[in-house]
C-alpha cells in the first residue's frame, strides 16, 4: 500500500472511492451470481422433479398393465423441453420400460454430451460442484405402492449459457457503474481534497513568509470545517503572541536600555565621586599632613630630646601610610574610570600566562608554582589588565598559601569559555566571602592583614575579569583546606568561526 | 451293450422329453394368460373410485367375486390373495351358481363374470345395473353388453375394452390413466341388438 500512501491526496481519494466501489461490485456481483446460479440450478431440479411427478403419475397404468407404447408416448412429451436429453421409465425389478431420446442427441447411450468449451470454463472457475447434466429419479407409485422408477436427465447447457449471458451482463453494468463512479468520485473528492490542499497551501506559505496574518476562507460545518477554524484560531493566536512578544521584547529592550544607562550613569557618578573625593583627600590630607610633618620636623629640631624619636618615627610611618592609601585610592579611582575605556584585541592567553608564571617563578623563588596550560587559547583581552589581574591572583595565593606547599595555576578550555584557576592550600574563605572582591573590603583576620592591605586587589580582579566579558568567582576547595579562585573569560571567536557556526 | 444301443437309448429319450414338453408350455401359457386376467382384474380396482357409502359399509376388506365357473387356477388366486386395493385386502368369493345374493351384492366390488356364464350375462348385467360394482370378464362382447370391462387376449397379450358409460350409470368413476391404456366401446342398443 506504500504506492497509495505516496499518491496526491486527490488521486488517493479517487483510488479509495475507485477501489472500495469495484471491491463492492464484485462482492455483490459475485453473490448474485452465486445466487443466481443456485437458483436456477434449483428451479431447474424443480421444474424436473415436477415433470417427473407428472409423467410418473401419467405412467402408473402403463407401468400396471405393461403398456410401454404408452409410457414411451407419455415420455415423448418431453421434447417441447430441449434441455431434457433423456427420460426413462424402469419397472419395479429395474428393467427398462420405456425411454426418450433428445433428437439433439446421438447414439442409444444416455450419455450427454458436455457444454461448449467456454461454458466449461466458466463451469469449472465459477460453480465447479455443478457437472454437465443433472438427473433426477422419482419412484413411480401406485396407491403408495412402488411400482416403477422414472428417470429424466437434462443437460446443463441452456443453464451455463444463461448464466454467461447473466455473467456477461454484469460484468457490462460493472464496467458502466466503474465510470460513473469514476465520475462521481472526481466530482466528490473535491469536498475533502480542498480542505486539506488549503491546509498545506497556508501552511507552505506561512513557513515560507513567516507571515501569520494569512487566513483560509471556508463555509464547511463538518469536522474539516471546524479544523480549518481551529487552525484559524492557532494562527490568531500565534499572531496575537507574536505581537505581544514583540511588545514584551521592545519593552525589554527599553527597560535594558534604560537600566543599561542608568547603571552607566551611576558608574560615572560614582567614578566621578570617587575621583572627586580622591582629589578631595588628596589634596586636602596632602596639605594637612604636610603641615603637621613640618611642624614635627621642628619640634623633633626644637625639643633635642632624644627620647622622643620614637614618637617622631611612628608620626612619620603613619603619614607614608597616609600618602600611600591616597595614593591607592587615587589609583583605584583612575582604574574603574579607565578600564573599560580600554580596547581588546585577540591574544594567546596560553602563551601569556606561561611567560608571567616562568618571571613569578623568577621573582618568588621561595614559593612553589605548578601549572596546567592548554594550548593555543585565545581570547579578546588586555594584556597588560590580564597580567595585573594574574598578579594580584598569584599575589593572594602567596600570601594566604600554607607553608612548603604549591600554588597551582591551570588554564582550561570549556567549550566557548576559559577558566583561569589559581589555588592554594590554607585557610579557607571566611563567612562573608562574596565581600572579598569590593573595593575596600579585606576580611583577613588580623594574623594574615598586612599594612599596606586595602582591599584592592581582588576589586581590580573583578573589575579586569568584567571589563573583558567574564566574572569571577571564590571557592573553598573540597579535599583540603584551601581556596580557589577561578576566573572564566569568553573564548575569542574570529569572523570565519562565527560564520561557520551561523551556517 | 454296443455303442448303438446307447445312442438309440438317448435318442428315445429326447423323444420323450419333446412329447412331454409339449404339453407343459402350453398349461404354462394357460396359467400365465388366467395370473394376467386374476392380477389384471384385481389392478383394475386401483383406478376405479367407488362411491364412499359402498366402501364404507364393507368391512375393511374389498370384494372380489367370482360368477360362474372358477376361471383361476390356485396360482393365479395365489398372486392376487394378499393383494391390497384402495387399502383393503382383497376378499375372494367364488359363486358358481352364478347368482349373487343381497348380501353377495353388499360386499362385492369386482364381479368376475366367467365364460361359464356366457349365456347369463345379460341377466347378470340386468341384476348388477346401476349397482357401484366394477364389472369384468373375458366374454366376448361383454362390455358393448352393459359390463365395464372385457379382457381381450390378442397375440398372448392381455388388452382390454372399457364401457365407460357403464362406468358412469354405476356412480363409478374410472382413471384416465386406465381409459387412455384401453379401446373405448359403447353398448350395443336394443334395437341394434335385435
Redesign the interface.
Known amino acids: 500500500m506504500t504506492w497509495l500512501q505516496n499518491l496526491p491526496i486527490k488521486l488517493k481519494l479517487i483510488a479509495m472511492m475507485m477501489i472500495t466501489s469495484c471491491i463492492a461490485m464484485l462482492l455483490m456481483a459475485l453473490a448474485i451470481a452465486i445466487n443466481e446460479a443456485v437458483t436456477e440450478h434449483v428451479s431447474l431440479k424443480k421444474e424436473l422433479e415436477s415433470l417427473a411427478q407428472v409423467i410418473g403419475?401419467?405412467?402408473?397404468?402403463?407401468l400396471?398393465?405393461n403398456?410401454s407404447s404408452?409410457a414411451t408416448e407419455n415420455l415423448g412429451a418431453l421434447q417441447v423441453k430441449d434441455n431434457i436429453v433423456y427420460a426413462a421409465i424402469f419397472q419395479q425389478d429395474g428393467t427398462l420400460f420405456a425411454e426418450y431420446k433428445s433428437v439433439l442427441q446421438s447414439g442409444n447411450s444416455p450419455s450427454i454430451n458436455g457444454p461448449s468449451g467456454l461454458i466449461d470454463n466458466v463451469q469449472k472457475i465459477i460453480i465447479p460442484k455443478f457437472s454437465d447434466t443433472l438427473e433426477i429419479t422419482k419412484d413411480i407409485r401406485?396407491?403408495?405402492?412402488r411400482i416403477g422408477e422414472i428417470l429424466i436427465i437434462s443437460s446443463m447447457e441452456t443453464f451455463y449459457t444463461n448464466l454467461l449471458n447473466y455473467l456477461c451482463w454484469v460484468a457490462l453494468i460493472g464496467i458502466a457503474c466503474f465510470g460513473v463512479s469514476l465520475v462521481v468520485a472526481t466530482r466528490l473528492h473535491h469536498l475533502i481534497s480542498n480542505p486539506v490542499l488549503d491546509l498545506h497551501q497556508v501552511t507552505n506559505s506561512i513557513s515560507e513568509k513567516n507571515d501569520y496574518s494569512i487566513r483560509i476562507n471556508h463555509d464547511r460545518d463538518d469536522e474539516l470545517g471546524k479544523l480549518i477554524t481551529s487552525f484559524n484560531h492557532m494562527l490568531e493566536q500565534i499572531q496575537v503572541r507574536d505581537q505581544e512578544l514583540a511588545q514584551y521584547s521592545n519593552q525589554l529592550e527599553t527597560q535594558v536600555a534604560d537600566r543599561t544607562h542608568e547603571l552607566f550613569e551611576s558608574r560615572q557618578r560614582r567614578i566621578q565621586w570617587l575621583e572627586n573625593m580622591a582629589r578631595f583627600l588628596k589634596h586636602e590630607l596632602k596639605n594637612t599632613t604636610v603641615g603637621i610633618k613640618t611642624s614635627l620636623e621642628l619640634m623633633q629640631r626644637r625639643t633635642q630630646n632624644n627620647t622622643l624619636d620614637v614618637y617622631f618615627e611612628r608620626a612619620d610611618r603613619s603619614l607614608k601610610y597616609m600618602n600611600v592609601l591616597l595614593e591607592n585610592v587615587s589609583n583605584a579611582s583612575s582604574l574603574e574610570a579607565s578600564v573599560y575605556k580600554e580596547s581588546l584585541s585577540p591574544m594567546n592567553l596560553s602563551k601569556m600566562i606561561i611567560s608571567q608564571l616562568e618571571e613569578y617563578r623568577s621573582v618568588y623563588t621561595d614559593s612553589t608554582i605548578v601549572d596546567h596550560v592548554d594550548e593555543n587559547v585565545h581570547i579578546s583581552g588586555n594584556p597588560d589588565r590580564l597580567k595585573q589581574m594574574l598578579e594580584k591572583l598569584i599575589s593572594n595565593a602567596l600570601e594566604h598559601c600554607r607553608k612548603e606547599t604549591a600554588i597551582q595555576v591551570s588554564v582550561l578550555k570549556k567549550q566557548s569559555q576559559v577558566e583561569i584557576r589559581v589555588e592554594n592550600e590554607g585557610i579557607k574563605l571566611p563567612e562573608n566571602k562574596e565581600r572579598i572582591f569590593d573595593l575596600f573590603v579585606s576580611l583577613r583576620d588580623e594574623e594574615h592583614q598586612k599594612s599596606d592591605s586595602l582591599g584592592l586587589g581582588l576589586y581590580l580582579v573583578k573589575l579586569i575579569a568584567e571589563s573583558h566579558g567574564g566574572w569571577v568567582r571564590a571557592e573553598d576547595l573540597k579535599a583540603k583546606n584551601g581556596v580557589i579562585f577561578t576566573v572564566t573569560l569568553p573564548l575569542f571567536q574570529s569572523p570565519t568561526t562565527i560564520s561557520e557556526r551561523v551556517v | 451293450m454296443s455303442e448303438s444301443f446307447y445312442l438309440r437309448l438317448l435318442f428315445f429319450f429326447n423323444i420323450v422329453l419333446v412329447f412331454l414338453s409339449i404339453p407343459i408350455s402350453v398349461a404354462d401359457i394357460r396359467i400365465k394368460e388366467d395370473t394376467l386376467k386374476a392380477v389384471y382384474s384385481f389392478k383394475f380396482g386401483k383406478f376405479v373410485q367407488w362411491p364412499e357409502s359402498k366402501l364404507n359399509n364393507s368391512k375393511k376388506t374389498l370384494g372380489y367375486c367370482i360368477l360362474g365357473k372358477n376361471p383361476f387356477t390356485n396360482a393365479a388366486f395365489k398372486s392376487i390373495e394378499n393383494a391390497l386395493v384402495k387399502g383393503r385386502k382383497l376378499k375372494i368369493q367364488i359363486y358358481s351358481s352364478g347368482l349373487l345374493s343381497d348380501d353377495a351384492l353388499q360386499d362385492c366390488h369386482i364381479v368376475y363374470v366367467s365364460q361359464s356364464e356366457k349365456n347369463h350375462q345379460q341377466h347378470i348385467l340386468a341384476v348388477l345395473r346401476n349397482r357401484p360394482i366394477l364389472t369384468i370378464s373375458d366374454i366376448d362382447g361383454f362390455s358393448q353388453k352393459g359390463g365395464m370391462i372385457t379382457l381381450i387376449n390378442i397375440n398372448e397379450r392381455i388388452h382390454f375394452e372399457i364401457n365407460p358409460v357403464a362406468f358412469k350409470r354405476a356412480g363409478l368413476k374410472v382413471s384416465s390413466k386406465l381409459i387412455e391404456l384401453a379401446r373405448l366401446v359403447t353398448e350395443e342398443t336394443s334395437e341394434h341388438k335385435q
Open positions: 403419475s401419467r405412467s402408473t397404468g402403463s400396471t398393465f403398456d404408452t401406485l396407491e403408495g405402492e
